[in-house]
């Protein structure tokens, strides 16, 4: 059965760094883009960032520069290194991942990111 998981959040002060990671299993099939999403209480869900099957990433404006998206199409695995990590940050983040044939779209249950101011 096909299943996301992320794993790394937890506690860290301002200014701290964490790397979440999203690992996608169980005969999934092809991926294309995956993506990094955040829900703080409150609030509603909020894209953060993609990478495609190629590479390419975009970032919502308020982590360019501090947070990097990665991927390793070989393990069907995405990761995100937060650096410089703000208050604001603080949510449950989230992987959605993209299959092909047919289309589908997979999400994890999150994993918790506190920061300390």
């Known amino acids: 059965q096909a299943q996301v998981v992320e794993s790394g959040g937890g506690l860290v002060q301002a200014g701290g760094s964490l790397r979440l990671s999203c690992e996608a299993s169980?005969?999934?099939?092809?991926?294309?883009?995956m993506a990094w999403y955040r829900q703080a209480p409150g609030n509603q869900r909020e894209w953060v960032a993609t990478i495609t099957s190629s590479g390419n990433t975009v970032y919502v404006h308020s982590v360019k520069d501090r947070f990097t998206i990665s991927r390793n199409n070989a393990r069907d695995m995405m990761y995100l290194q937060m650096d410089s990590l703000k208050p604001e940050d603080a949510a449950v983040y989230y992987c959605?991942?993209?299959?092909?044939?047919?289309?589908?779209?997979?999400w994890g249950q999150g994993t918790q990111v506190t920061v300390s101011s």
């Open positions: 959605a991942v993209d299959v092909t044939l047919p289309y589908a779209t997979y």
């Open positions: 169980g005969n999934i099939g092809t991926i294309s883009v």
